[in-house]
């Protein structure tokens, strides 16, 4: 009833085949609206994929702004040790700073080095 299992004890009848296709075409159904939604929200959110920094590249990390004078991004260069989706772990001559990748900058010289290439 309402494609739901009641709760009783009384004992149960095993469902019909055409009830169980109607379970697996709404599970299809939504499986694709939910894929559309998806690809709306990425596309009104300028979502992409970031595939600008790998393992071993030479990064900065930005720092927190005290004041309006200081600088946005750490000097110390750190190296790209872990990355897991989004969240990156670099690791310096003394620390260690795990951060959301928005949070990381790479470093000019790839940069250069590629475009002359």
Do not use: W
């Not at 559309?36 to 393992?55: G, S, T």
């Not at 005290?66 to 750190?78: A, G, I, Q, V, Y």
């Not at 897991?84 to 700073?97: D, F, L, P, Q, R």
């Amino acid at each position: 009833m309402f494609q739901r299992e009641p709760r009783t004890r009384l004992p149960d009848v095993p469902a019909k085949p055409a009830e169980m296709k109607v379970d697996e075409d709404v599970r299809q159904n939504e499986a694709k609206a939910n894929a559309k939604n998806k690809a709306y929200f990425e596309k009104r959110h300028n979502v992409r994929e970031n595939d600008e920094l790998k393992i071993g590249d030479r990064v900065l990390v930005e720092n927190e702004h005290k004041t309006k004078c200081s600088s946005r991004f750490n000097p110390e260069k750190l190296i790209v040790e872990k990355k897991k989706g989004s969240m990156i772990t670099a690791k310096g001559n003394k620390k260690e700073v795990t951060r959301n990748a928005l949070f990381f900058q790479e470093n000019e010289n790839r940069k250069r080095r590629q475009r002359e290439q």
